[in-house]
């Protein structure tokens, strides 16, 4: 994947290339705090699961 934005790099100018960087690091932000929600919803899933089964 970084392969990928550095391609895209350089084959823009300077400008693009530092628009491209911002999104990017905006779509990982994002993908972070959403893994981070969901990850936390699963683990009390299955904290209650295994509560509800006596382990």
Same mark, same amino acid.
């Given at each position: ?14 400008? /693009?290339?530092?628009?491209? *960087?911002?999104?990017?690091? #905006?779509?990982? %932000? !994002?993908?972070?705090?959403?893994? /981070?929600?969901?990850?936390? *919803?699963?683990?009390?899933? #299955?904290?209650? %699961? !295994? ?5």
């Amino acid at each position: 994947m970084l392969s990928i934005f550095r391609n895209l790099m350089k084959k823009t100018d300077g400008a /693009t290339a530092i628009e491209y *960087t911002l999104i990017a690091a #905006l779509i990982a %932000v !994002a993908a972070i705090t959403a893994m /981070t929600t969901v990850g936390t *919803t699963v683990k009390n899933v #299955l904290s209650n %699961v !295994a509560v509800n089964m006596g382990g």
